[in-house]
């Protein structure tokens, strides 16, 4: 990245951001939500948000203008997110095939070019269609990574590779034994230690590149890989399962909290809901006991440090909040990840109990995906204006899938449902300040915080614009779209320019 800003030199001037048409937007609430007026101190700290009048009335001392040409935003904080999304580096992601016979004829010829040994693909979907004999047709050995990551496929070649039978259980995290295939063949087979150390700094530089000044890792596979995680340019909280915090007591100190699983995902028909999917008889799986669950919050607690858990069908949900009850009084801000399809119970239950929910608008795009296995349930993935005019607190992140503040915005102001659509002022708030509920870091453009902004060339209302129908799930060409319709000309790290996007 370079640094090409004038400003990045030593001052002793405050700079002042002016825009008449107030297209500073802070990611606070109220009247500061969006500004004429935005102050950064020579330690690049935020030191005035509001009309240019009161800033002149308030400061005596010559300052720096600029006059802004589209807008600037608070950095987004990703709430939700995984390095180890860093391991599928240059892994093809595959979400722009149709159907099982595109897949099929894309497998044959990228076996063809692929640099590796074994040929691995993410991003699969429900519409691929998988069948073992079309994976089996590829002379490779084939992993492929099903888009919730909670399922992958092996070809018979990788089976016989990964020897199943031999990873050690302690690896093996609940029933996810094809995943943790999947991950221990990374691993193993393909990538260097060397590799991942890249792989993971530039994974958070790109996310740096599209407005994300601040990653809470829901995730780390293996709390060996802090060291590498040390050396990312961006603020991070991490979180770990008991399991893997229980191995290094020594590092314990650097993460925030423990993650556990109440249940699956969607796409995967793993999600514990109450009703059956549709069209089967089965109504998703049970990742965690009750007692397991509560043998991990009783870990957290004793070791001071936050409780998260992962819920998506309602079921699921259900069971957090029991156990989140049973241990209210000792709890250190209890998280709930995605909280996707909660009942109106369980949304009074988490508020009481002074829990946060961590949602994903880009999963509102479930709703049209995974319609035929919802049924009715489709609506109330995502119940956001449930949770805003009810008060309770949340914060979004993006679960890796897509990451990047321009693509949070985009679906939380254009879901498929007006359950859940959030104003752009709505969502600002809810990708940054919000944010700071979940974990402790600063977060938004206020006074005393770090400058940490966007600088678009174009009024970020221009997310209006983005015509409905064509939100795409392929993440490549929904980022092309994006760098045409709201371009970014810079990203700024305490009032410093750290990247001109224009690598
Ligand atoms: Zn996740």
Excluded at 103 to 111: P, V
Excluded at 115 to 124: A, Q, R
Excluded at 347 to 366: E, K, V
Aim: aromatic share 10%.
């Amino acid at each position: 990245m370079s640094n090409t800003r004038t400003n990045n030199h030593y001052r002793t001037k405050n700079i002042v951001y002016v825009s008449r048409e107030q297209q500073i937007w802070t990611g606070q609430r109220g009247e500061n939500a969006r500004v004429e007026c935005l102050a950064i101190d020579p330690q690049g700290k935020v030191c005035f948000c509001g009309t240019q009048q009161s800033y002149t009335e308030k400061f005596a001392s010559p300052a720096e203008i600029h006059e802004v040409q589209g807008s600037i935003t608070a950095g987004g904080i990703d709430a939700h997110n995984h390095f180890w999304f860093a391991l599928l580096g240059d892994i093809p992601c595959v979400s722009h095939l149709q159907n099982a016979q595109q897949l099929g004829e894309f497998l044959q010829t990228y076996a063809q070019t692929c640099p590796h040994d074994i040929v691995f693909i993410c991003n699969v979907n429900n519409t691929h269609e998988i069948s073992q004999t079309l994976l089996d047709s590829c002379p490779k050995p084939v992993v492929a990574i099903h888009r919730s990551f909670h399922k992958a496929y092996l070809n018979k070649k990788a089976q016989r590779l990964s020897q199943i039978t031999q990873i050690p259980q302690q690896d093996i995290i609940n029933n996810w034994q094809v995943k943790n295939c999947a991950m221990h063949l990374l691993r193993s087979e393909v990538f260097a230690e060397e590799y991942l150390q890249k792989a993971i700094v530039n994974f958070a530089k790109k996310l740096l590149q599209q407005g994300i000044v601040c990653i809470h890792d829901m995730f780390i596979y293996d709390v060996n890989f802090l060291p590498m995680i040390q050396k990312i340019p961006i603020p991070y909280r991490l979180y770990a399962s008991r399991n893997e915090l229980q191995k290094r007591p020594d590092v314990q100190q650097y993460f925030t909290g423990v993650k556990s699983f109440i249940d699956g995902a969607i796409g995967t028909q793993t999600a514990k809901f109450h009703d059956n999917y549709a069209n089967t008889s089965q109504n998703g799986i049970f990742y965690s006991s009750i007692e397991q669950l509560l043998e991990d919050i009783d870990f957290a607690i004793e070791n001071s440090l936050q409780t998260s858990c992962h819920g998506i069908g309602s079921l699921g949900i259900e069971r957090i909040l029991d156990v989140y009850e049973m241990r209210k009084d000792s709890l250190i801000k209890p998280r709930l990840e995605h909280f996707e399809c909660p009942t109106e119970r369980d949304i009074d239950r988490l508020h009481h109990i002074g829990g946060i929910a961590c949602l994903q608008p880009n999963f509102s795009q479930d709703s049209y995906d995974y319609a035929t296995i919802l049924g009715e349930r489709r609506k109330i993935i995502n119940p956001f204006r449930q949770l805003i005019d009810k008060q309770v607190p949340f914060a979004t992140g993006s679960d890796g899938m897509p990451s990047g503040l321009r693509e949070c915005l985009l679906w939380s102001i254009k879901p498929r449902y007006e359950e859940q659509r959030m104003t752009l002022q709505e969502a600002m708030h809810y990708s940054t300040v919000a944010t700071t509920q979940l974990a402790d870091h600063e977060a938004g453009l206020c006074v005393g915080n770090d400058a940490n902004f966007v600088y678009f060339s174009k009024p970020l209302d221009e997310l209006h614009n983005y015509p409905n129908e064509r939100i795409t799930s392929n993440w490549t060409e929904l980022r092309q779209q994006l760098d045409e319709l709201l371009p970014i000309s810079g990203i700024y790290l305490q009032g410093k320019c750290v990247g001109d996007n224009d690598e």
